[in-house]
């Protein structure tokens, strides 16, 4: 089955200990999406990806960076993570944005920091 | 610009019992509207979808309907189960851009 793949489901990491998160697709989507999710909130937008053309949301704190190397590839590295970016971390896909055009998303990582 | 005000929870329901939570947007254009729910611990499931005015999302007994007179898709079922029990989000797709905009969610309980 096409899907969104995100290793790992759970990472703790160090304070101040930089991370990254990976996130996979097979769908052949060319947009990929970053999102923040607190408890009992909504997720939050971090930037996506419309092919290689990357889309910085303005509240993203520059803490928060993502590569794309390929179509099915996209990273997330927290340069420094504090208490606060304890979150669970999803990522995402749409064929195009927009109109009709769902997005399909992981399973999420769960980031703890110590 | 675009946004999505859903119904705030929690709500608890017995099982069985009929199920509404309510969701408005405000949107420039033709948004395509979304249910999305997600389970304890997991990402979020696509539950149905609209993509214009008067059509009907419907998929494991919940159904939902564009209306854009009142700016509304409310989510309904007629019948829960204590497996319904997850976070609802009512989400908009924008037309212009790739935005997607995400209500607050609703988190339901049911019980038996």
């Known amino acids: 089955d096409a899907m969104v793949i995100q290793n790992p489901r759970y990472q703790v990491t160090q304070f101040g200990k930089p991370v990254t998160l990976s996130c996979s697709q097979t769908?052949?989507?060319?947009?990929m999406y970053w999102y923040q999710q607190k408890s009992s909130q909504a997720p939050k937008l971090l930037f996506h990806y419309y092919d290689k053309d990357f889309n910085n949301e303005a509240d993203t704190p520059d803490n928060f960076q993502s590569r794309r190397p390929n179509t099915s590839f996209c990273f997330l590295d927290i340069r420094s993570p504090g208490l606060g970016d304890a979150a669970m971390y999803l990522c995402?896909?749409?064929?195009?944005?927009?109109?009709?055009?769902?997005?399909?998303f992981g399973p999420g990582t769960r980031l703890t920091v110590t | 610009g675009d946004s999505v005000t859903q119904m705030e929870g929690p709500v608890t329901l017995s099982e069985e019992a009929f199920l509404t939570i309510n969701c408005t947007y405000t949107a420039t254009g033709y948004p395509s509207l979304f249910w999305y729910v997600q389970y304890p611990g997991e990402g979020l499931q696509l539950l149905l979808k609209?993509?214009?005015?008067?059509d009907k999302g419907s998929n494991k007994g919940f159904e939902a309907t564009y209306r854009k007179e009142t700016t509304s898709f409310h989510l309904e079922k007629g019948s829960v189960q204590v497996s319904d029990s997850a976070v609802y989000f009512c989400a908009l797709g924008a037309n212009t851009g790739n935005q997607f905009y995400f209500g607050t969610g609703t988190s339901l309980t049911v019980i038996p």
């Open positions: 609209a993509t214009k005015a008067d």
């Open positions: 995402a896909t749409s064929e195009m944005g927009g109109l009709g055009y769902e997005q399909y």
């Open positions: 769908l052949n989507h060319n947009v």
